[in-house]
């Protein structure tokens, strides 16, 4: 996984507007890198699922728009594991450098091996000529961060790869991601773009230092 | 009721083998369960599913079968219409009811069916062994602290509320399965242990890889689950029983008593969701972990009634027969076991106030970083296990134990011992562990017995007994044996085994003993001899009143080691004590082809010319070494001035030329004020305008903390000169309150605030993440806190922001409110009454100095 990730994306959690790098620091990014993928157990489940049977699930408009008009969807969780959080729990001690620094590392990799497992997923279903969209989660949009709980009990996240959902919706460990993916006949012909459903839309830092969050793909 | 259940436990232990049931949950999916939808509200929608599945499992050969109350919690029932003492007794009366209809059925048939003839389940009846209802206790569905927001005690009352209800229902036995987190585990069991005396199965879920979800491995499982009283230790679900095999053998190497197999038919097919392993391979599997010397067999996810049918007649003609295999004791946390007595230990001991202001003044004001960088600190230095202690006059010592315990295994992994003359710290220290642990320690003291033997035995700890009784300690070895002999006499007497003790072996100062070093070492050879137990000291006692005290601790240790000692309470941040357990381990025999040792010496030789390098990295050995004091001091060639190097962060350089500034007698204070704000000033200045980016901000307060840890050093020795009381300079500076939300977990944005508002001077109290509003209040109201800072990271977690405002508004006028975190606006913050929003940790600087100079 390690040659996927993209150094710039971590940059750009860590605030990144073209600021001179020292070498120490491009090795420190490298170490970071490593630790966190010697600590993570990536574990990930899936689930295709008829759109009808997810009501609890499919709310509001931003993510009827973007699973258009398909049938069929794919529910899916991928985390790192509790490791990652104990080694980003205990860098906060020692050193807020290296856990700012670790953190964002580890966003990217979660990031990354999703995209990864999505890759796999796309080649599976193109085989059986079926097109999948863009990955949307839940807090993206008006999607909201309440249906967690629902959509972790559907993939029995709990016992199949350690995923919980705490109070108020996140999700433990903390590096995990859950996304809907639409299972299509056609190839997606224009994807949701990322910012325009965003709530930070017109208040956002990053957009106006001509970035953004980097949670879609690029 | 109770004895009752256990008799009928123990007659099914006189079977060669003990069958259990196969899933539940996806046999009612089968019959049109919804997903998501849970399988508890089946007890009253569908009664006759749940009946007709426990009978399908008890006609196939089952003896135990699980209730359908898996995920019967009180905090997984609060989400639906369902409550625990609805759903309990009723599942509990269902499985009963399917065990007497089958063993009406049974009995009706028996005499002239043809069809149960070749079906020895008819043998049962014949020797009378009834199938027993275990009440089945899945995990709570909610993470513990750290990992999630739930407490310990919440837990307890959870599972000690399932418990009841269970046994007031008449469950033959409980069983706890699919568990993954340790510490969920030893709550369970202790919630068990504490309310009922039914007979225990715990199984927790592991993956292939040999671990839990939560980190837990086989040995640190079953060394926990054994000694707080397990009747069965052993595996569910995850996966199929081949990838379970490598696991069970480990279990069985490992355990004193029967073990558990109940995996999965195989993973499944996320398309379709269906298991896809077939009867025969699962059953022959099974066969495989029978011979091994798994007692209790079952399946778990996808497995049916056939499975079991199947599982049953295929072991029918198999003996058991398990190898017993005799162990050291062990210690564990939930990740990590340290066998005693096999090889020599290193017990850290610096987490301990003694002779330690940082940690006293942690003590006093509750707030444990301190211990929690220690431990790191010790463990990154070769610690094994970590002594702690907190004894400290005036402070509530049993709260503090609680809160360091916690605070401490958030960070590190080691198994910890757990060091008081009090017997209620020392309960709250091994309760809240989570693992097996030390007490430290019990003597031969008639009153010191009465209290901690009952201690040990009911958290199933290791003890650290030491020779010294009503007469006080004894000067020769052979007296201490006597003294030892009896304490182990009276533990026996009282259940508590021989296997659980470590011997103090009694290190007394050389200065004042001249004999006491001679007999220390006699009394390790003459326990090791005599007594057979593991032997401990206290290393650095020998030294005490002396000089150079390092390298006499060195040859005693060494010493020590020769005689035979296992375990040594040290610093393992001396480099020579970890040198001299290397090189004792190496020329001894203790190091196969001197591996080991090479490794050191090779790691050791890395340190050394990383110390050499001017070095601006910040990983954890940096930390480290500045904690250790081993660095090199680097030559400052070009003529820097602190505030240059602060900019640049520099931390080396930062330092010494603090150190320097201090030597021309410039006044502390001064130093702070003319140069440390001013570059830090300057590098908010650069972060604001985006010349530098958030680590180049933090990287810079590293050097600002690296050259103000000589000043504060100063200022302290300066207030001693003036009598000031450490009090009193800590009152001068302004005190803020920093704190993530109740319900958030993510305090990474906090911390970044913390660490640069340290720079500047201010005392923090960091409350930590998940703090209710109340307790914010209180600490603002306790030191009349002018300024608090508030994170939250999550749009969902906004609300106990808001609602931690509207508690500390009206009661505490006075005290502003500054928020920050990814998902905050300046307007929504204004909306919610925060009198500040911080847009990043440089904005927090600027509020604080608008605060405080309003003050002033």
């Known amino acids: 996984m390690k040659n996927r990730i993209n150094k710039k994306a971590i940059l750009n959690y860590l605030g990144y507007q073209n600021q001179d790098l020292s070498d120490e620091f491009l090795a420190e990014m490298d170490e970071a890198i490593d630790t966190v993928l010697a600590a993570a157990k990536p574990n990930k489940i899936w689930k295709s699922m008829l759109r009808s049977e997810l009501d609890l699930v499919l709310i509001g408009e931003d993510i009827n728009a973007h699973l258009g008009n398909a049938e069929q969807v794919i529910l899916m969780a991928a985390t790192l594991g509790h490791e990652v959080d104990f080694i980003l729990r205990r860098s906060q001690r020692l050193d807020m450098k290296q856990a700012v620094i670790l953190d964002a590392s580890a966003s990217v990799v979660i990031e990354t091996y999703l995209d990864q497992e999505e890759d796999f997923l796309r080649q599976e279903f193109l085989q059986q000529g079926k097109y999948l969209s863009t990955r949307f989660s839940p807090g993206y949009g008006d999607l909201p961060l309440s249906i967690q709980d629902i959509f972790l009990k559907i ?55 001509g970035g953004y969050c980097g949670r879609f793909r690029q | ?132 209802v275990a009440f089945d206790c899945g995990p709570l569905g909610a993470l513990i602290e750290p990992n999630g927001s739930m407490s310990f005690e919440q837990a307890y009352q959870d599972f000690a509320g399932q418990i009841n209800l269970a046994k007031e229902s008449g469950a033959d036995l409980i069983m706890f399965e699919t568990m993954s987190d340790l510490y969920e585990l030893k709550i369970a069991l202790l919630a068990a242990k504490e309310n009922s005396d039914l007979p225990i199965i715990c199984s927790m879920s592991f993956e292939a890889n040999g671990r839990t979800f939560s980190g837990t491995d086989i040995a640190s499982y079953v060394t926990l689950a054994q000694s707080l009283g397990a009747d069965v230790i052993g595996l569910n679900c995850s996966t199929g029983p081949k990838q379970l095999l490598p696991l069970i053998k480990e279990i069985l190497q490992l355990s004193q008593v029967p073990v558990l197999l109940k ?74 076991t340290v066998q005693i007595g096999t090889q020599p230990l290193f017990v850290g001991e610096q987490l301990n106030p003694t002779g330690k202001k940082i940690l006293k003044q942690a003590l006093s004001d509750k707030n444990y970083e301190a211990y929690q960088k220690m431990a790191i600190i010790q463990e990154i230095a070769g610690a094994d296990i970590l002594d702690v202690n907190c004894g ?27 060091d008081s003359n009090k017997p209620d710290v020392l309960e709250v220290g091994l309760r809240l562990a989570n693992g097996r642990s030390i007490i ?39 007296q201490r044996i006597v003294i030892l002999e009896k304490i182990i006499e009276q533990c026996e007497n009282n259940g508590l085994a021989k296997e659980n003790l470590i011997a103090d072996c009694l290190v007394l100062t050389a200065a004042a003993e001249p004999t006491g070093g001679i007999e220390c070492l006699r009394t390790i050879k003459l326990v090791k001899e005599k007594l057979n137990i593991p032997t401990i000291i206290g290393l650095s006692n020998i030294s005490f009143g002396l000089p150079a005290r390092r390298q006499l601790n060195q040859v005693f240790y060494a010493e020590a080691l020769a005689s035979g000692l296992d375990l040594a309470i040290l610093n393992p941040e001396h480099e020579e004590i970890v040198a001299t357990r290397a090189s004792h381990m190496a020329l001894f025999g203790q190091d196969p082809n001197q591996a080991n040792y090479i490794a050191y010496v090779e790691e050791k030789g890395d340190r050394i010319s990383d110390n050499q390098r001017i070095t601006q990295t910040s990983t954890a050995t940096t930390a480290i070494k500045t904690a250790t004091e081993i660095i090199v001091a680097p030559s400052i060639t070009d003529a820097q001035s602190l505030e240059q190097v602060i900019v640049q962060g520099l931390e080396n350089e930062a330092a010494q030329l603090a150190r320097q500034a201090l030597q021309t007698e410039m006044n502390p204070l001064d130093i702070i004020q003319d140069q440390i704000i001013p570059a830090l000033d300057e590098v908010g200045r650069l972060y604001q305008e985006g010349i530098t980016f958030l680590p180049q901000l933090l990287q810079s307060s590293k050097a600002a903390q690296s050259a103000l840890n000589p000043i504060r050093k100063a200022i302290e020795v300066q207030a001693q000169v003036e ?9 001068s500076k302004p005190i803020i309150v920093v704190a993530t939300v109740e319900g958030d977990i993510h305090d990474i944005g906090k911390n970044i605030v913390k660490t640069v508002l340290e720079n500047y001077d201010y005392t923090i109290r960091d409350l930590g993440n998940n703090v209710a509003p109340e307790r914010i209040l209180e600490a603002v109201k306790a030191e009349n806190v002018k300024l608090v800072g508030l994170s939250a990271l999550m749009t969902s977690t906004l609300p106990a922001m808001e609602a931690t405002i509207k508690l500390l508004n009206p009661e505490q ?44």
């Open chain 1, 155 to 209: 993939l029995d996240t709990n016992r199949k790869i350690g995923v919980t959902v705490l109070n108020n919706g996140l999700m433990s460990p903390m590096k995990s991601i859950t996304c809907i993916m639409a299972i299509l006949d056609e190839p997606v012909s224009k994807a949701t773009d990322p910012c325009s459903i965003c709530r930070l839309k017109g208040d956002c830092v990053l957009r106006r230092r």
């Open chain 2, 1 to 132: 009721m109770g004895n009752f259940a256990k008799n009928k436990f123990d007659n099914l232990l006189n079977k060669d083998f003990v069958i259990l049931d196969g899933a539940s949950g996806t046999e009612f999916q089968k019959r049109g369960l919804k997903p998501g939808e849970a399988p508890e509200s089946l007890n009253f929608s569908q009664p006759d599913w749940v009946i007709d599945t426990h009978k399908a499992y008890l006609k196939s050969g089952s003896d135990i079968i699980l209730t359908n109350t898996f995920g019967a919690s009180y905090y997984k029932l609060k989400s639906s219409d369902l409550t625990p003492e609805q759903v309990i007794p009723q599942a509990i009366n269902l499985a009963k009811k399917a065990v007497a209809e089958y063993q009406a059925d049974a009995k009706q048939q028996e005499p002239n069916s043809t069809e149960l003839k070749d079906n020895s389940r008819s043998e049962y009846n014949k020797s009378q062994i009834e199938p027993l």
């Open chain 2, 263 to 336: 995996p999965n038919a195989g993973l499944p097919d996320p398309q379709t969701g269906l298991y896809n392993l077939p009867v025969e391979e699962f059953v022959e599997n099974m066969r495989e972990a029978a011979k091994l010397g798994v007692k209790f067999l079952g399946g778990c996810c996808g497995t049916n009634s056939e499975y079991i049918k199947a599982l049953y007649d295929n072991i029918s003609d198999l003996k058991f027969n398990r190898i017993e295999i005799k162990q050291n004791p062990m210690v564990c946390s939930s990740t990590k």
């Open chain 2, 392 to 418: 400290l006059p005036g402070i509530d010592e049993v709260a503090a134990m609680a809160e360091v315990v916690k605070k401490i295994q958030a960070v590190s992994r080691l198994p910890l011992q757990i």
């Open chain 2, 440 to 478: 430290n320690s019990m003597n031969g003291k008639a009153e010191s017995m009465a209290e901690i033997i009952p201690l040990a035995q009911k958290y199933g700890s290791m003890v650290i007994v030491l020779p010294l009784d009503e007469q006080g300690i004894p000067e020769t070895a052979e």
């Open chain 2, 723 to 731: 009598q000031k009381s450490a009090k009193e300079v800590a009152d």
């Open chain 2, 813 to 856: 006028p006075d005290c502003k409110i500054m928020v920050g975190g990814a998902v905050l606006t300046e307007e929504y913050a204004k909306s919610i009454g925060a009198d500040y929003y911080c847009q990043n940790a440089k904005s927090s600087v600027d509020v604080a100095k608008e605060v405080f100079r309003n003050e002033s």
